[in-house]
Nanobody
Framework: QAQLVESGGDLVQPGGSLTLSCVLS?????????????VGWFRQAPGKEREGISCISSSGRGIQYADSVKGRFTISRDVARNSVYLQMNSLQRDDTAVYYC?????????????????????WGQGTQVTVSS
């Protein structure tokens, strides 16, 4: 069963930092899975639509960020661990949401970053990030 599992969500004060992790497992390509998939981070706050945050291509070189998080969040990956990370700095109350990671198959080592509107094939269950004083 292909799945993505997010972790790292927590309660943090405004201005604080968190690092989220997304581990891929059970994919047909089980070794170095990230070399065949683009991975995106999304979030959804109560009463709001899902928002794309950041994506990284299967090459690791194609990266994009939403304007709302640019300069504060950083996406990275560890291919050997089938893991993608989201480093979040200078967190604000508006960053409070459930954060999800999702994967879309790509040609191996593609530099193309999919649009946030692209239908991703696989989704995690999410991890809660709450920014409050």
């Amino acid at each position: 069963q292909a799945q993505l599992v997010e972790s790292g969500g927590d309660l943090v004060q405004p201005g604080g930092s968190l690092t989220l992790s997304c581990v891929l497992s059970g994919f047909v390509v089980s070794e170095r899975t990230l070399e065949h998939y683009a991975v995106g981070w999304f979030r959804q706050a109560p009463g709001k639509e899902r928002e794309g945050i950041s994506c990284i291509s299967s090459s690791g070189r194609g990266i994009q960020y939403a304007d709302s998080v640019k300069g504060r969040f950083t996406i990275s990956r560890d291919v050997a661990r089938n893991s993608v990370y989201l480093q979040m700095n200078s967190l604000q109350r508006d960053d409070t949401a459930v954060y999800y990671c999702a994967a879309e198959q790509q040609p191996r080592w593609s530099d193309w970053v999919p649009s946030f509107k692209t239908v991703f094939d696989f989704w995690g269950q999410g991890t809660q990030v709450t920014v409050s004083s």
